[in-house]
Nanobody
């Protein structure tokens, strides 16, 4: 069983930055691929970015590529999402998730086995 907890959300003006953190339980963190997802009211949950267990490979949605960066510190059981040049359309609840497929940065959503509770990001215009 893996528990994940997100933090770092808040209110920011367009063009600003936020860094989200995800803390995970256990001592085998590198055995899990990690992903960030987001969901706005009335919309489906969408993939934002993913990272392999080793941190050697990352993937991003086209809508955030070049603005967001996913990283991890396995010794601390943490994954991060650095969000720069934020836009109002980035407003959503952001979720951290863990997959038991550590070798791929993009995996089917159903293969993310553990999810955090989400943290709200609001970008004003």
């Amino acid at each position: 069983q893996v528990q994940v907890v997100e933090s770092g959300g808040g209110l920011v003006q367009a063009g600003g930055s936020l860094r989200l953190s995800c803390a995970a339980s256990g001592r085998t963190f590198s055995s899990y691929g990690m992903g960030w997802f987001r969901q706005a009211p009335g919309k489906e949950r969408e993939f934002v970015g993913g990272i392999t267990g080793s941190g050697g490979s990352t993937a991003y949605a086209d809508s955030v590529k070049g603005r967001f960066t996913i990283s991890r510190e396995n010794a601390e059981n943490k994954v991060f999402l650095q969000m720069n040049s934020l836009k109002p359309e980035d407003t959503a609840v952001y979720y951290c998730a863990a997959s038991r497929i550590p070798t791929m940065a993009v995996v089917p959503p159903t293969r993310y086995d553990y999810w955090g509770q989400g943290t709200q990001v609001t970008v004003s215009s």
